[in-house]
């Protein structure tokens, strides 16, 4: 897991035991993640019976959901 996740996944993890949808939601637009993706992830973690750091990060990993995917097409398009 890479230390861009693992921040993401700390910062919902904190988000959502604080039940701030608005603040879920603002975080993800600056994750980058579209917004039909951002239900879907909403939807999953909150159906994780423990919402924690890990667990919330291999979600993030499976839709590959994160602002680093966005950084790494244009470094790979350059080799």
């Known amino acids: 897991m ?5 921040f993401e996944a700390g910062k919902l993890a904190e988000l ?3 039940s701030d949808d608005l603040s879920i939601y603002m975080f993800m637009e ?3 993640s579209p917004i039909d993706a ?3 992830l909403i ?4 159906s994780l019976s ?7 990060a291999k979600v993030i990993e499976s839709h590959g959901q994160s602002a680093l995917s966005g ?8 080799v």
């Open 50 to 56: 423990h919402r924690e750091h890990s667990s919330i």
């Open 16 to 18: 959502f035991e604080q």
């Open 71 to 78: 950084r790494l097409i244009p470094i790979a398009l350059k």
């Open 43 to 46: 939807s999953e973690i909150s």
């Open 30 to 32: 600056k994750m980058n």
């Open 2 to 6: 890479s230390a861009l996740i693992d």
């Open 38 to 40: 951002q239900s879907t």
